[in-house]
C-alpha cells in the first residue's frame, strides 16, 4: 500500500508528532519525492495555539512549514515504518510580507521543497507560505536535523 496523495487533517495528525489544535495543517493537496504542498485556514481561528493578544504573527509561517516538512518526512518514509523523530535546527533567509497572518483571508498555501538531505541525519528545505492567489507571505530556507541522540553529561575519572 503506497502513501496517499491527499489527506485531510486528521490523516495529517496521523503522521505528525502535533496533535489537537496543535495540527496546523487541514490539507495535503499533493507531494512527491521533493515537494509537498498542504493548505489550511487555522490561521484564522481565535483558539489558534500559537496566537497571541496581538494576533497570529508572520514568523508563526515558519511553524506551518515546519509541520508540512514532517509530514513530507512521514510520507516518504517506508512503508509500516516509523517516520525519523526531528527538529528544526534552524530557519535562514526568511523574509515575512506581512506583519500577521490570521487578517489573511481565505486558505494559507504551504509549500515545502526538500533540497538536500536524506531520511537518516539532515534535511534542507526551502519554503513558502502563500495566499490562495499566490500572494508570498513568507519564505525562507530551513535545516531539519533527524536522529539526532541528545548530548549525555559524560563522567571521566
Not at 534535511?123 to 539526532?148: H, P, S
Amino acid at each position: 500500500m503506497t502513501a496517499p496523495q491527499t489527506l485531510d487533517r486528521a490523516g495529517i495528525a496521523q503522521r505528525i508528532p502535533h496533535s489537537g489544535s496543535m495540527c496546523l495543517l487541514e490539507r495535503l493537496e499533493s507531494w512527491d519525492a521533493d515537494v509537498i504542498r498542504c493548505s489550511t485556514t487555522t490561521h484564522r481561528l481565535a483558539d489558534n495555539p500559537l496566537r497571541t493578544a496581538g494576533g497570529l504573527l508572520a514568523p508563526n509561517a515558519i511553524e506551518y512549514a515546519a509541520q508540512a516538512m514532517a509530514l513530507h518526512g512521514g510520507l516518504l518514509a517506508a512503508e509500516g515504518s516509523t517516520p525519523s523523530a526531528g527538529f528544526l535546527a534552524s530557519a535562514r533567509n526568511v523574509r515575512m510580507t506581512v506583519a500577521r497572518l490570521d487578517d489573511i483571508e481565505g486558505a494559507l498555501q504551504v509549500q515545502a521543497r526538500r533540497l538536500s538531505g536524506d531520511e537518516r541525519q539532515i534535511l534542507f528545505y526551502e519554503f513558502a507560505v502563500k495566499t490562495e492567489d499566490g500572494r508570498m507571505l513568507a519564505e525562507g530556507r530551513a535545516v531539519v536535523v533527524l536522529n539526532t541522540p541528545l548530548a549525555t553529561e559524560s563522567t571521566s575519572s
